[in-house]
């Protein structure tokens, strides 16, 4: 008889099934924003916590604030203003990201989603000047990238959206680029800059991998620290009145090995029943301890 599985089995294994860094990406995302959904308005301070997280992780684009607190280029990424913001952008990278990171595999893709979003920052500062220098909060940035990626990977690939025929990849990306561009400094509270830095960092880091650009080796420095071996644990002082017996594997196998090279050598000359029952048993014993 069929059975059906549950839903949160059901969902757990497709959850399960995403390639690993867009899985740990949406799954941070979606943790930090039901955080500060159930937490955020206890206050602290006279503040709220969302405002506490806010002013400390949203990236701030004045040079300054950028010299001296670096973790904002990563932070903001990781805040979603609403539940549609956070929505839409994990579906987009859901949707794109999937196929670009089984093409080019998870650590070149991990470079390519954060490059693009801490590009995405550092082009915002450096337009402050035009367009204000307010916090921005959001994966937009990163999330152009990989949409970039993927229409530069699978440029003729269909994309179904609401209401419209199918359209190619490359051409939804390229309108969602000249709508940004379209409303740069409107007043709608959309870090367009951010989002077209992100996507030109993601074509110029996608185009780098094709070219023969390894982007995985920056990632495996931060590996390396993370599986780096635990130190040695120091060694306890050895009792003065014990003999030290470190040596004694080693004698012992050489010794073998001598018994074992005389009796090979007899047999070449007299062949296997040459050997006495002896050393029938000790070639017998040797054979099963080499």
């Not at 989603?113 to 909060?137: C, E, Q, T, W």
């Not at 306890?236 to 470190?246: D, E, F, G, Q, T």
């Not at 050598?265 to 029952?277: F, W």
């Amino acid at each position: 008889m069929y059975q059906q599985d549950s839903f949160g089995s059901a969902f757990k294994r497709g959850f399960m099934r995403m390639p690993p860094v867009i899985r740990t990406i949406i799954a941070i995302n979606v943790i930090i924003f039901v955080l500060q959904a159930v937490i955020g308005n206890i206050q602290i301070g006279g503040q709220s916590i969302n405002r506490h997280i806010v002013q400390y992780l949203a990236f701030d684009p004045t040079v300054w604030a950028s010299i001296t607190q670096p973790w904002r280029f990563v932070t903001y990424m990781f805040l979603h203003g609403s539940g549609f913001h956070l929505l839409f952008n994990m579906l987009w990278l859901w949707w794109m990201g999937r196929s670009v990171e089984e093409s080019i595999g998870p650590r070149s893709f991990a470079v390519l989603y954060f490059g693009a979003g801490i590009g995405g920052a550092f082009f915002h500062i450096a337009f402050s000047f035009l367009y204000g220098a307010n916090f921005v909060i959001g994966a937009s940035g990163a999330v152009f990238g990989v949409m970039v990626a993927f229409a530069y990977l699978f440029p003729r690939v269909p994309i179904m959206l609401i209401l419209l025929p199918p359209i190619e990849a490359r051409f939804v990306v390229a309108g969602l680029i000249v709508l940004d561009v379209l409303f740069i400094g409107s007043a709608d509270g959309v870090a367009r800059i951010v989002h077209l830095g992100g996507a030109g960092i993601g074509y110029l880091l996608i185009r780098a991998h094709y070219q023969g650009h390894d982007l995985s080796q920056y990632i495996r420095p931060i590996e390396r620290i993370w599986t780096q071996t635990p130190k040695k644990e120091k060694k306890k002082a050895r009792n003065k009145n014990m003999y030290s017996v470190s040596d004694v594997e080693v004698i012992e196998e050489t010794h073998d090995q001598d018994e074992l090279d005389k009796i090979l050598e007899k047999i070449s000359k007299e062949g296997y029943d040459g050997l006495t029952a002896e050393e029938k048993r000790k070639l017998f014993e040797l054979s099963k301890r080499n």
